[in-house]
């Protein structure tokens, strides 16, 4: 019983993890996608962050 317990708290870990990568994934993209832009010279619309 300890073990299925144990199982489950891992799984969930596991999901609130991966939801945290996702997130973290969504602003890491968003970062390189200023990095590019800055490239480019497109800074325009990043003033407002």
Known sequence: ????AFINLV???VKEDRELLNKLNKKERR?????SMKEK?????EKGR
């Not at 970062?31 to 990095?35: G, H």
């Open 11 to 13: 799984k969930k870990r």
């Open 41 to 45: 010279g497109g800074m325009n619309n």
């Open 31 to 35: 970062k390189l996608d200023v990095l």
């Open 1 to 4: 019983m300890k073990d299925a």
